[in-house]
């Protein structure tokens, strides 16, 4: 009897000690997590202050769980086909416009700009349950972007009437004019319509393709507006280059890039193409080696595996409002 209960009391010991390992370990994980939680948060929290977005490395491998819609997220609101009279465009144009979870209008709040691609609008990238809209939604919830507005742009500036009959090499030029445009007639109305930070500390603008080619020219055009300039794969027909010389996609819209100054330099400067794009990666380099040779300091990513798609443009608007603001 008496071995029984001595071999009964090394059991519960051995059962006691297992047990304090155990809640030792979960204790250690929860405070582990926590302390990656409010890692990410004060990293975001500090971003005026003390965060250079050109320390960190982008990231390529975000998973399809951020792009997908979850329960108990707060995705916003979106404002579809919001309307405004255009003075270069001599018309009415449309915008989406993303409204962040909690948005309240006795605050404000900073604004990104997003241009589309060739043959696009306002819907292409910011419309209901888009990956874009999803994406800002679960990265604000994670505390992995700063509250912000989004506005998805249509590049289109002219009659819109006319729009159907034009040509490719009609649309070029006339989404040139959204580069005028979006700082005249779009930037006052948000400004005026929304509670929005003004400032280019507060204005970033985005696109890829030839929607990166409009955002490095609107953003260099109008560097005392833009402090946050993202372009993904950018078309030719920035400043001149050798690549598709002689034909309408290669009319530049600068001669050289314009030469910021210590006041107007941009705060993040992201270029990025992939590996497997078939038409963008030589001038995408260009770009930036003209930047670097004129000391403007940018982070441009050559991407082994990606193509000239929304898969990469997914990658490619993670970093970017993961960094901005």
Same mark, same amino acid.
């Given at each position: 009897m008496?071995?029984l209960?001595?071999?009964?009391?090394?059991?519960l010991l051995?059962f006691?000690?297992?047990m304090t390992?155990?809640?030792? /370990?979960?204790?250690?994980?929860?405070?582990?997590?926590a302390s990656?939680?409010?890692?990410?948060?004060?990293?975001?929290?500090?971003?005026?202050?003390?965060y250079?977005?050109?320390?960190e490395?982008n990231?390529?491998?975000?998973?399809?769980?951020?792009?997908?819609?979850?329960?108990?997220?707060?995705?916003?609101?979106l404002?579809?086909?919001v309307?405004y009279?255009s003075?270069v465009?001599?018309?009415?144009k /449309?915008?989406n416009v993303?409204?962040p979870?909690g948005?309240d209008?006795?605050?404000s709040y900073?604004?990104?700009?997003?241009?589309?691609?060739?043959?696009?609008?306002h819907?292409t990238?910011?419309?209901?349950?888009?990956?874009?809209?999803?994406?800002y939604?679960n990265?604000?919830h994670d505390?992995?972007?700063?509250?912000?507005?989004? #506005?998805?742009?249509?590049?289109?500036?002219?009659?819109? *009437?006319?729009?159907?009959?034009?040509s490719d090499e009609?649309?070029r030029?006339?989404y040139?004019? *959204?580069?005028?445009?979006?700082? #005249?007639?779009?930037?006052?109305?948000?400004?005026?319509t929304?509670?929005?930070?003004t400032g280019?500390?507060?204005?970033?603008?985005?696109?890829m393709s030839?929607?990166?080619?409009k955002?490095?020219?609107?953003g260099?055009q109008w560097l005392d507006k833009?402090?946050?300039i993202?372009?993904?794969?950018?078309?030719?027909g920035?400043?001149?280059?050798?690549?598709?010389?002689?034909?309408?996609?290669?009319t530049?819209v600068f001669e050289?890039?314009p /030469?910021?100054t210590?006041?107007?330099t941009?705060y993040y400067?992201y270029?990025t193409?992939?590996?497997?794009?078939p038409?963008?990666?030589d001038?995408?380099?260009?770009?930036r080696?003209q930047?670097?040779?004129?000391?403007?300091?940018?982070?441009?990513?050559y991407?082994e595996?990606?193509?000239h798609?929304?898969?990469?443009?997914r990658?490619?608007?993670y970093n970017f409002?993961?960094k901005?603001?």
């Amino acid at each position: 009897m008496k071995k029984l209960m001595m071999t009964a009391a090394a059991l519960l010991l051995v059962f006691m000690l297992l047990m304090t390992a155990c809640s030792n /370990q979960n204790k250690a994980e929860s405070e582990a997590t926590a302390s990656q939680t409010d890692s990410v948060a004060a990293t975001r929290a500090t971003a005026d202050e003390a965060y250079d977005p050109y320390a960190e490395d982008n990231r390529y491998d975000i998973p399809d769980s951020m792009f997908e819609k979850k329960d108990g997220v707060d995705y916003g609101t979106l404002q579809k086909d919001v309307s405004y009279y255009s003075s270069v465009a001599e018309d009415n144009k /449309q915008v989406n416009v993303l409204l962040p979870a909690g948005y309240d209008e006795s605050k404000s709040y900073p604004v990104t700009y997003v241009y589309h691609g060739f043959g696009g609008d306002h819907n292409t990238h910011l419309d209901t349950d888009s990956y874009l809209v999803l994406l800002y939604g679960n990265m604000l919830h994670d505390g992995l972007a700063k509250p912000q507005i989004i #506005v998805g742009m249509d590049m289109y500036t002219d009659k819109i *009437a006319d729009k159907e009959s034009k040509s490719d090499e009609e649309l070029r030029f006339i989404y040139d004019k *959204a580069i005028e445009e979006t700082a #005249v007639d779009l930037m006052p109305f948000i400004e005026k319509t929304y509670a929005v930070k003004t400032g280019r500390e507060n204005t970033a603008i985005a696109g890829m393709s030839e929607g990166g080619a409009k955002s490095l020219c609107t953003g260099f055009q109008w560097l005392d507006k833009f402090g946050y300039i993202g372009s993904f794969a950018p078309d030719t027909g920035v400043i001149p280059t050798e690549y598709y010389k002689g034909t309408f996609w290669n009319t530049p819209v600068f001669e050289k890039f314009p /030469q910021p100054t210590a006041e107007n330099t941009p705060y993040y400067l992201y270029m990025t193409v992939g590996s497997e794009d078939p038409w963008n990666i030589d001038c995408t380099l260009y770009y930036r080696d003209q930047l670097n040779e004129m000391g403007v300091r940018n982070q441009t990513d050559y991407v082994e595996g990606f193509g000239h798609d929304e898969d990469f443009w997914r990658q490619c608007f993670y970093n970017f409002l993961h960094k901005v603001f």
